[in-house]
């Protein structure tokens, strides 16, 4: 089982900038496939950033250039660095962790609004 917290979502003005980090549980981090999810109301969601065990990165064209994926595994802790956000960015965002084919957990959520 693992758990996932999600922390750093709030409200910020455009072109402004949020760090989202994504805590997991268990001893499975370092090897898991890292993703961050967005929804956005009325919408279905979508993967924004995925990282590999290894480090490979892919983003979304929508916020490629603005968007960067990590992780830390000592601290068994993801993160998303957004900047440059655009009113379109607001959604719920999630953290996945992916331990194989069909098994992932997800967090809780995070609240990311843009709006002046």
């Known amino acids: 089982q693992v758990q996932l917290v999600e922390s750093g979502g709030g409200l910020v003005q455009p072109g402004g900038s949020l760090r989202l980090s994504c805590a997991a549980s268990?001893?499975?981090?370092?090897?898991?496939?890292m993703g961050w999810y967005r929804q956005a109301p009325g919408k279905e969601r979508e993967l924004v950033a995925g990282i590999s065990s290894r480090g490979s990165t892919n983003v979304a064209d929508s916020v490629k250039g603005r968007f960067t994926i990590s992780r830390d595994n000592a601290k068994k802790t993801t993160y998303l660095q957004m900047n440059s956000l655009k009113h379109e960015d607001t959604a719920v965002y999630y953290c996945?962790?992916?331990?194989?084919?069909?098994?992932?957990?997800w967090g809780q959520g995070t609240q990311v609004t843009v709006s002046s």
């Open positions: 268990g001893n499975a981090f370092s090897t898991s496939f």
């Open positions: 996945k962790s992916v331990l194989a084919v069909g098994l992932g957990y």
